[in-house]
């Protein structure tokens, strides 16, 4: 019997539309635990780096980890593997919700799609009956009004879908897969990857269990770490919407105007708002904060609002003016595009018209300027649908810059071809910036595509001496003196800033193996889950034999595994591909390097940031560097007769 884990897994071929029901490699499930590690090796087996991301041969792989569908907290989280199509590198985006837990009630751990269908297609999973159905009369609808017609062609309100609009149709290269509120995979383009295979949406309903193996310690554990959630949940009910938080919102196509600089009080502005729109409060499966905020918007479309996407498009159009935000907030989730590219993109193109490297000619006659309400809507209906100007903006900030020329270059903002998030580094320790950075490219992740909330040890929201010695604090004992410390951001304890930086990373890459949300296991100071709570809930629940060190190995392995196969595609650790401005502050490049270099070594990688042999040979993992070794990427080894 299987504990945790379903112990099988589906293959659905569209271009010849077959389907096919597996079981589980108990070895490999052991060794990669499940989520993100365990999709990462499925992708490694089957996908070679030469493969192209709109080949058939791209595979969309889903996994749900051991832990979701569970009783334990926040454990909801679904993982895509895939190939990026904006930059080319593998992208691993997560999404909340209930998708993730249903896939495992249907009985399934992992869903592995391939191919392409010759016209749109839907999957429908309920429990052991597996259809692919067709979609045509879906496509070219937005993503709300898909899932309200397949639940009436189901008749099933309960079934739990996920789908792209129109921008994924059109292959917008940051086009979102959608799914419950203010639930995406959004960043880098997986959307993009759906419309490419011609898969308009995936249905999912299951009426199974997932069982325990060791039920009353399991459940004890839950128990303990509700008993300590009010903190964060008295965190996202007030802070995260009302206090300075929104000041760090700023736009870096901004850089001379006044838009760069923070809105003051904009946050209780913000709470204002969504008082006077009774918004309603939102949680995931299984999850009492409810982070997600949805207002009533005059026009009658739903928008969902969570981390920062609330200020994303007040600072990038320079209109302080919420239903105006809300409006384009809207419009891009309906359609399916990321909201933080398409906000970026649009600021672009008019930084790029008021320098005049774009005219009338090039807009189509539009005259693009800072605080007109009417300019944003009609940028991002020209990106859904790849009209006029759109159609070059709709391939991210990178490619368009190069397509439009003219000096267009200097002023394409991006971090390896993604467009950050214009949210600001001041305040924040070198670790949380550099968590990011050590998985793919900088605090804006184009592998993960999101937030990784880091650096909670040397974060000053809290006084030192309150969090080292709280129940929250989820670092090593003898980390505690670092923390009361509470050395000021401008000064950087290099050998600490780089331990930080490390354990950080590992942490995430736990929490998406077992399936957890970040606010619950990774967030700031307040996290009610540390590290050896996920580690022994998973064992409870699996069943395992393991100690804390061989399960913090498996977090290592899905780390090595992604690590490897970017640098396969030529990704390199550098500071000096950052942008000089993030937000509103400057990089400081310097720091960052000295803080990059340490972090690298604790991570067991070299300089340019991807595994040593010696490291990967610790997990077990020679066939990597073997790979790595014929590609010329790691030294070949000297043999004792060749001396």
Known sequence: MWYGWTGAGLEIDLSRGNVKKTQGDREMYETYLGGLGLISKMFWDRVPPETEPFSPDNLLVFGAGPLVGTAAPGANRTLLVTRSPLNNYLNYPSMGGFWGPELKFAGYDTLIVSGKSPSPVYIYVNNDKVELRDASYLWGKDVFETQRLIRAELKNEKVQIMCIGPAGENKVLFASIEHGPGCSMS?????????????????????????????????????????????????????????????????????????????????????????????????????????????????????????????????????????????????????????????????????????????????????????????????????VRREGIGDILANGVYEAARQIGRGAEQYAYHMRKLEPRGYSIRGLPHAWLLSDRQDSTSWVNASRGALRP?????????????????????????????????????????????????????????????????????????????????????????????????????????????????????????????????????VDHDKLSKVMEEANKEMGCNAEGFPTREALEELGLDYIAEELERREILPQPVSIAAV
């Open 187 to 383: 960043r880098a383009g997986p959307g993009t990857i759906m419309g490419d295979k011609k898969l308009k949406a995936i249905a999912v309903y299951g009426t199974k269990d997932v069982n325990i193996a060791r039920p009353e310690q399991f459940f004890g554990l839950c128990n303990q770490i509700l008993n300590r959630s009010d903190k964060i949940v008295e965190y996202i009910n007030k802070e995260q919407h009302s206090t300075s938080h929104e000041d760090r919102q700023g736009s870096t196509y901004f850089r001379n105007s006044e838009a760069m600089k923070p809105w003051k009080g904009g946050g209780q502005v913000h709470m204002d708002w969504l008082a006077k729109r009774e918004a309603m409060k939102i949680g995931c499966h299984n999850c009492h904060q409810k982070c997600i905020r949805s207002p009533h918007l005059p026009d009658g479309h739903p928008v969902f609002l969570k981390c920062r996407a609330p200020f994303r498009f007040v600072n990038a159009a320079d209109i302080r003016d919420y239903d105006f935000n809300m409006h384009c907030i809207s419009f891009a989730q309906r359609c399916g595009l990321d909201v933080l590219s398409a906000a970026a993109l649009c600021a672009f193109a008019v930084d790029l018209y008021q320098r005049g490297i774009l005219t009338k000619e090039d807009t189509g006659g539009m005259q693009l300027e800072w605080g007109n309400p009417a300019v944003f809507p009609a940028l991002l209906e020209k990106i």
């Open 454 to 586: 880091s650096g909670r040890v040397s974060h000053g929201a809290e006084s030192g001496d309150w969090y080292a010695e709280s129940v929250y604090w989820a670092y090593p004992q003898d980390w505690k003196e670092y923390r009361k410390r509470r050395l000021d951001v401008t000064e950087v304890d290099y050998e600490m800033e780089s331990k930080v930086t490390a354990y950080d990373a590992f942490s995430t890459f736990l929490s998406d193996c077992n399936g957890f949300c970040r606010f619950w296991s990774a967030f700031k100071i307040y996290s009610p889950i540390r590290d050896w709570d996920q580690i022994k809930l998973v064992l409870y629940a699996t069943g395992l034999d393991m100690d804390e060190k061989e399960v913090r190995k498996c977090a290592r392995r899905a780390r090595a595994l992604i690590r490897a196969y970017n640098a396969i595609l030529g990704e390199r650790t550098k500071v000096d591909d950052l942008p000089n401005v993030i937000g509103f502050e400057t």
